[in-house]
């Protein structure tokens, strides 16, 4: 059974008065990850063709084609993986 | 106890810790609205209740070069030793802790292609005969000389600068530190100046033609070195970095480090362009090339 570790190589916090936070996916498997949050997320807007604007559950988010993606004001971690496991798994 | 508002945190977290400890005062000289310091403030505040006065040689976040040999003879006249922070400046220009009449400063291993978990902390040496060992263990002693009527071990310290290096050292972090300061004796620490001077130059001139962005600190290639902070209209530092990384381009996100400075700009964050000996004007060139797709969102 597939779990978030399988696609998510790290999380960061970011420094700032922002506190986004910013997951790494793996490098082998972001390809995979991307396409599935695009099927479940709602793509509000497409950025130069490497940002992707989303939306799921109310939250948005960003998705870079490198394989980072940019979730802003998330409570805690549970929130997070919450999020990440509607989208991956 | 006197420090910028500048700092690194770093040169804050360390110093508001100990005057707990201690119950000394620790005060702030603020900055002026581009980041550099302001002079009037720092010397006014400067008295002869004073113990240290601390200053970066050079500001980790706009680059802007502080003149502390100016401010070590204010500190001195008022019988303060001045600490310098030197982690931007010794590894980017030539430095010479005598002609600044400088008590102290101290810099990484990690800013200077050398190994991390290492650096260096300059004393004077008077001053450093004069304290004690803030740490013991083997080495930094001489003698331990048990004496069986009063149960009790007398110790005298060893000499500089051993009295201050208790225990096993970090052999290997040291080599590799020297190897890093040979390398870039070698290279010449004037050159590494200039090309980062150069580097810098060329880049401002390119980046302030951009209309999204907005770079902070001082602009003047005379009083900065190769560090170069901003932010662009519409989108977080971290939008921006992750922007450049998708092009093999790394820049530092946040506060580097230095919230208050963040504060008195007012930013929530900002991206951190910095060069080194190792760019070059085509890696420049790549970056403003991405930057002008950014300006084109």
Known sequence: MATIDDYVSRIEGTCGAEKDVIVIFKYEKKDEAIAKILKRATVKNKIAGIILELTFQGQSFRVYSSGKAIFRSIKNREELNSILAGLLL | ?297
């Not at chain 2, 040169?11 to 609205?33: Q, R």
């Not at chain 2, 802790?97 to 800013?111: N, T």
């Not at chain 2, 070698?186 to 907005?214: A, F, P, Q, W």
């Open chain 2, 1 to 297: 106890m006197l420090v910028s508002i500048m700092e690194h945190h770093s040169d804050i977290v360390p110093w508001e810790i100990i005057s707990k400890i201690k119950g000394f005062k620790l005060k702030y000289s603020n900055v002026n609205d581009d980041g550099t310091l302001d002079y009037a403030d720092f010397e006014n505040k400067l008295c002869d209740k004073t113990k240290i006065a601390c200053l970066s040689h050079v500001s980790n976040v706009t680059g802007g070069i502080n003149d502390v040999k100016r401010i070590a003879k204010v500190a001195h006249d008022n019988g303060a030793l001045m600490l310098v922070d030197g982690a931007q400046s010794v590894p980017h220009m030539p430095v010479d802790v005598r002609d600044l009449d400088v008590d102290f400063l101290a810099f990484s291993g990690h800013k200077m292609l050398g190994p991390t978990g290492i650096g260096v902390l300059y004393g004077k040496k008077e001053i450093l005969e004069k304290m004690d060992p803030f740490q013991g263990g083997g080495e930094m002693i001489r003698e331990v000389a048990y004496n069986r009527d009063k149960e009790h071990c007398g110790m005298v310290w060893n000499e500089l600068p051993w009295k201050f290096e208790a225990g096993t050292p970090n052999i290997s972090g040291a080599i590799g530190l020297g190897a890093a300061v040979d390398y870039l004796e070698n290279i010449g620490m004037d050159k590494v100046l200039e090309h980062e001077k150069r580097l810098t130059k060329y880049t401002l001139e390119r980046m302030e033609e951009s209309s999204k962005v907005t770079i902070h600190g001082p602009r003047s290639i005379s009083e900065k070195l190769g560090i170069i902070p901003f932010t662009v209209e519409g989108l977080s530092s971290h939008d921006v970095a992750l922007f450049f990384d998708n092009y093999g381009i790394m820049l530092r996100s946040g506060y580097h480090c230095a919230q208050p400075l963040h504060q008195i700009f007012k930013l929530e964050s900002s991206a951190r362009l910095s060069f080194y000996v190792y760019n070059t004007e085509t890696e420049i060139d790549r970056f403003l090339e991405v930057l002008k797709e950014i300006d084109q969102l």
